[in-house]
């Protein structure tokens, strides 16, 4: 029922930018929190960023912070992800996903998850 479609995953130099946009349908959303999961190769699922229904609270994994920006827009049931000055350790499949409230350790504790979407930094 609950459908999470990602977009603006690609391929990036060192140092470069991307903006990760993801659109919720299928559900109510009102007081979700939502977030960013990444899984690079070989390495288990983090939570790179999360935020909360209101926005005030947010949540930034310690090797993504200072370089990324979560935001959502709630009429447009939207989440974003900025990402700034991406290094290789970035590239992973990144993954929306909603949860009832802001989890900021364990990422299976996130309810909903769309497909990912493909982000690969290069040097």
């Known amino acids: 029922q609950v459908k999470l479609v990602e977009s603006g995953g690609g391929f990036v130099q060192t140092g470069g930018s991307l903006r990760l946009s993801c659109a919720a349908s299928g559900g109510t959303f009102n007081t979700a929190a939502m977030g960013w999961v990444r899984q690079g190769p070989g390495k288990e699922r983090e939570i790179a960023a999360a935020?909360?229904?209101?926005?005030?609270?947010?949540f930034y994994g310690r090797s993504v912070e200072g370089r990324f920006t979560i935001s959502r827009e709630n009429d447009k049931n939207t989440v974003y992800l900025q990402m700034n000055n991406l290094k290789p350790e970035d590239t992973a499949v990144y993954y929306c996903?909603?949860?009832?409230?802001?989890?900021?350790?364990?990422?299976?504790?996130?309810?909903?998850w769309g497909q990912g979407t493909q982000v690969t930094v290069s040097s």
């Open positions: 935020i909360s229904w209101s926005g005030t609270m947010t």
């Open positions: 996903v909603i949860g009832e409230s802001l989890e900021v350790a364990d990422p299976d504790l996130y309810k909903y």
